[in-house]
């Protein structure tokens, strides 16, 4: 778009709220940092992190910094269009937002009527401001085929577990008069993935103001791997194996809490019986961690109270991701690291509830939901809070009409063909539609193959309750829509219209009611949290050691009683990965290596903002990190382009040599496509890790979760790069490169 046009679409429909300074809430993750948007002339000039937030202290991340970017990127959609040649073919018209809205609404109809709601899948990626909306409009539609690509594999498998173990979401306490005295990371980096779990910022104060002892578990040597009291540095995907291992080294070498163990847990002699055979030797051969660093890491975790685990997503991206993470949550059970300031304390989801609306959902409705029978803690209300489909199963429905066709997809913040695994897979799936609606910021290659594409708001122009569950002493925050660029409209304005238009029974409250529902408990309504900015909710403690937790038996569940009613296995257990020099020795001479991929970085959230340059100024490439050793045996250097294959297929990226990898491991960044290049396909088949993966299983017995990270692959150096880059200039962001200097500097390698 040239500069002219782009002005103009700026001019038209132009709101903004008066000029001044207003509070809001940075989405440029999943959130929570509050923030100050200044506004003159109608338009945003700066935006600046709000020193009264007690969440982030005035600080904002890179991607924060770069909020005006985004908003004023002209690479931006600015009004709705519609398919104007073949499916994917990359020509548009533009039409109203009425004849968009009637349109979906009457398409959705029509197959509602003719082949039932469960036709219609509904779609979304992980946690951005509309996420508890997908699921209610979902249910008010009648589907129960409503996912996100994070869903089986991301934060919902430690979500649900922890409910199932302790009945209710635990969180690292950082807020109580105590830090801990000991931070074990596990497959998590905070500092860098920020609010998946603790906002950075409260980690990284308190590792300064307390200098706890920390424990790093990692296949790559990160900043904080550094700087650790012992990294173990894992292979990828055997973590469920050195988590049985730590537990059998806290109770046989006598380092576990015997009287918190006999007073508050259900299951310890079963548990124990477990792990004997289990023993840190063992998980050596495993998982190539020493059996001496396992008993070190188990005598500092016991010897350091009060301590948390920082766990992530690295560890739910197996095929044994519930399994997994239940021998881990064990961890602070086992020392008494549970409901007391410093350490592991109960989230506070129950303080502002979505009305999510699954009561509306019919019996027979649940009961056709893909997957139900099979992924039970993901896909039922008995397993999961927010229960879902399994996603590769509704694809495997699209695709192939078994056990029924699902024909329509309504996608709102997703890029399906970049996230999820099997990039040539999610392209067939979604070119086999009969209707895809794609809602997003952007034209991403999944928008380019849908029928009606919308433009969607980003942060600054969005209404909003911001609840941070995860967080101990939590904070409700407002999120208010302060601009509208062009004719961009948020999800929650985009559910109410279809859902009135096709004249649903529920879900068509305006979203400022439903906020009022949302704060009711909190008696304050939406218009007084925006002008307040947030609430705080203080911490409790010494709760569930009083009156017992939320579990069938009273006690933290190492013998889960509830798995066992959804005939899982009641206690951990180690499954090697289904790709591995363990499983497929047969593999290793064609792909020797064992490749994990997705580490974040704090420039890109997931596939966003590689159009805004100067985040992309930090990363221009996709990296491929190796030891050097490895690439002199494959003749690669730095800065070489490396062809990467697994069974099945190819990406390329560009090496970045490190002595902090295994030489035998090999780890590539997720999500790449290229916005600066041609459309439709962006060069998406490129340099996309998902390229190598699999979404056809096996998946968790529970939770339907496939493999990536712990696979095998082969590395060669190749004769073609992926991109050449430079960085785009444009008049209509101010540069934030010093902050991005700034954040980076100290934490130097990622
Ligand atoms: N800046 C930024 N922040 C983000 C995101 C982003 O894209 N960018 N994404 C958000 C999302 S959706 C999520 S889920 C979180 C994820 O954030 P985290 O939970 O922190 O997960 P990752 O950064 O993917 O991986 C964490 C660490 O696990 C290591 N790792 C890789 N494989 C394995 C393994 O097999 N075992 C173990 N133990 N470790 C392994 C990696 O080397 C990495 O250092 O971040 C969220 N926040
Ligand atoms: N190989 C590999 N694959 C992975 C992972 C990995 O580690 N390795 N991680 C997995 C994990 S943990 C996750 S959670 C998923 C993440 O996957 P997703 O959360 O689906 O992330 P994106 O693919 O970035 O898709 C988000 C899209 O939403 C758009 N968007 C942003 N905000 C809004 C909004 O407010 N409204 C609308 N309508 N659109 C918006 C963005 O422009 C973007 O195109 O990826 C998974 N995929
Ligand atoms: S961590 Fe960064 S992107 Fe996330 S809310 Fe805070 S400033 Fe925004
Ligand atoms: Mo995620």
């Keep these: ?413 997703n890029n399906p063909i970049a996230s999820y695994a099997d990039t040539k897979k999610m392209y067939e799936t979604l070119m086999a539609l009969d209707f895809l609606v794609v809602a997003d910021l952007y034209l991403t290659p999944s928008a380019e193959l849908a029928d009606i594409v919308l433009p969607a708001a980003s942060w600054m122009e969005v209404d909003e309750v911001v609840g941070m569950p995860y967080f101990s002493e939590s904070v409700v925050l407002a999120q208010q829509k302060a601009y509208q660029l062009g004719e961009c409209r948020n999800d929650e304005w985009m559910f109410v219209e279809i859902a009135r238009k096709m004249g649903l029974e529920h879900g068509t409250e305006a979203p400022e009611e439903v906020f009022d529902q949302m704060l009711a408990k909190q008696d304050i309504t939406f218009a007084e949290l925006k002008k307040k900015g947030h609430i705080q909710i203080k911490q409790t403690y010494f709760q569930a050691r009083g009156l017992g937790f939320n579990t069938p038996t009273g006690k933290i569940e190492l013998y889960a009683t509830q798995f066992e009613k959804l005939g899982l296995d009641p206690l951990p257990y180690y499954e090697e990965p289904p790709e591995s020099p363990l499983s497929t020795p047969e593999l290793t001479d064609e792909y020797p290596y064992v490749l994990t991929s997705g580490s974040r970085i704090p420039m890109f959230f997931n596939s966003e903002y590689r159009q805004l340059p100067s985040l992309r100024k930090g990363r221009p490439f996709p990296e491929v990190e190796l030891h050097p050793d490895t690439a002199a045996e494959l003749g690669i250097e730095q800065g070489d382009w490396v062809k990467i294959s697994t069974k099945r297929g190819t990406c390329l990226q560009r090496a970045k040599l490190t002595t902090g990898i295994d030489p035998r491991v090999a780890h590539v960044q997720s999500h790449w496509w290229f916005p600066e290049e041609e459309g439709p396909h962006y060069g998406i088949w490129k340099s996309n890790a998902n390229r190598l993966t699999s979404q056809d299983g096996p998946y968790d017995p529970g939770m339907g979760t496939y493999c990536l990270r712990g696979m095998l692959c082969n590395l060669e150096k190749s004769k073609e790069y992926a991109v050449q880059w430079s960085p785009p200039v444009h008049p209509n962001y101010q540069s934030s490169a010093t902050e991005i200097q700034e954040f980076i500097l100290p934490d130097a390698a990622e």
């Design 1 to 413: 778009m040239d500069q002219t046009t782009f002005q103009s679409a700026l001019a038209e429909n132009r709101q903004t709220l008066p000029d001044g300074v207003h509070k809001s809430t940075c989405r440029m993750c999943h959130g929570g940092c509050g923030t100050l948007i200044h506004i003159k002339d109608h338009e945003v000039v700066k935006v600046e992190g709000n020193p009264e937030s007690p969440l982030n202290e005035g600080r904002l991340c890179p991607m924060g910094a770069a909020s005006m970017e985004q908003l004023y990127s002209p690479q931006r959609l600015k009004y709705p269009m519609r398919r104007a040649g073949d499916r994917g073919e990359g020509k548009w018209e533009r039409i109203s937002w009425d004849e968009a809205t009637d349109q979906i609404a009457a398409r959705l109809t029509e197959i509602k009527v003719e082949s039932g709601a469960e036709a219609i899948a509904i779609g979304t990626g992980t946690g951005r401001h509309h996420c508890n909306w997908v699921p209610r409009f979902a249910n008010a539609l009648g589907t129960p085929n409503w996912g996100e690509s994070g869903g089986a594999q991301c934060f919902f498998p430690r979500v649900n577990t922890m409910k199932l173990t302790y009945g209710d979401h635990m969180v690292c306490d950082y807020t109580g008069d105590r830090l801990p005295d000991c931070i074990m990371f596990w497959g998590h980096n905070p500092i860098y993935s920020s609010a998946d779990g603790e906002l950075g910022f409260r980690v990284k104060n308190a590792l300064a103001t307390q200098k706890p002892k920390t424990i790093v578990i990692d296949p790559r040597e990160t900043m904080l791997a550094r700087k650790a009291d012992v990294w173990l540095q894992v292979r990828p995907g055997t973590d469920d194996a050195l988590g049985l291992a730590f537990i059998h080294a806290l109770i046989f070498e006598g380092l576990y809490d015997k009287a918190f163990v006999d007073e508050y847990t259900h299951g310890f002699a079963e548990l124990k019986e477990r792990v004997r055979d289990k023993t840190p030797e063992w998980a050596a051969e495993i998982t190539w961690v020493p059996a001496d660093k396992i008993r070190e890491a188990a005598k500092i975790w016991a010897d350091s109270k009060p301590g948390v685990l920082e766990f992530g997503c690295a560890i739910e991206h197996t095929p044994n991701s519930i399994q997994t993470v239940r021998a881990l949550s064990m961890l602070p059970a086992l020392v008494g690291n549970v409901d007391v300031p410093g350490a592991w304390v109960f989230g506070m989801q129950g303080h502002f509830p979505f009305p999510n609306l699954v009561e509306v959902l019919p019996e027979e409705q649940l009961k056709k939901r893909l997957g139900y029978g099979d992924y039970k803690i993901l896909c039922s209300n008995e397993g999961s809070p927010q229960p879902s489909a399994h996603m590769p199963s509704v694809f495997r429905a699209m695709r192939t009409g078994d056990p029924y066709r699902v024909r329509a997809f309504c996608i709102f913040g």
